[in-house]
């Protein structure tokens, strides 16, 4: 895929600080739909500042996209993969954990928000195993 895009694909640069630095990166699947326009974006994590991000933005302004494509560039890495980016530097990681979409239980008066604060707790308890 990444000799074939448009797009500009690099080889990341890991390292032991635990700094993600993606540089315009774009979700890798994008580039292969014909007549789409994909705005390139940055994320930078610092291990000791800004260990969680919070996504919010109005309903189909690209929040999912952006956290596949980081944790898809992160995964493509840790693979041997080149990246979606201009340059990219990755720490180790051993998971990725996000948590995407809607879901509901009305029947079961689980609203929306109740939803997400349970899977985000399942997520905190997974991690801290």
């Known amino acids: 895929m990444s000799s074939s895009s448009p ?12 700094d993600l630095k993606l540089k315009e990166s774009r979700h890798p699947c994008l580039a292969i739909i014909d007549n789409t326009r994909c705005v390139a974006n940055d994320c930078e994590m610092q291990r000791q500042k800004s260990t969680l991000h919070i996504i919010t933005g109005p309903n189909m302004g690209g929040k999912s996209t952006f956290i596949r494509q980081v944790a898809i560039c992160i995964y493509l890495a840790h693979v041997g993969c080149f990246v ?9 990681m051993d998971g990725i954990i996000t948590r995407v979409g809607a879901s509901d239980m009305q029947l079961k008066g689980i609203s929306t928000f109740m939803s997400e604060m349970l899977e985000t707790s399942c997520m905190f308890k997974v991690k801290s195993l």
């Open 7 to 18: 797009n500009t694909y690099v080889r990341p640069k890991f390292n032991e600080g635990g």
């Open 84 to 92: 979606p980016c201009s340059s990219a530097e990755i720490p180790l």
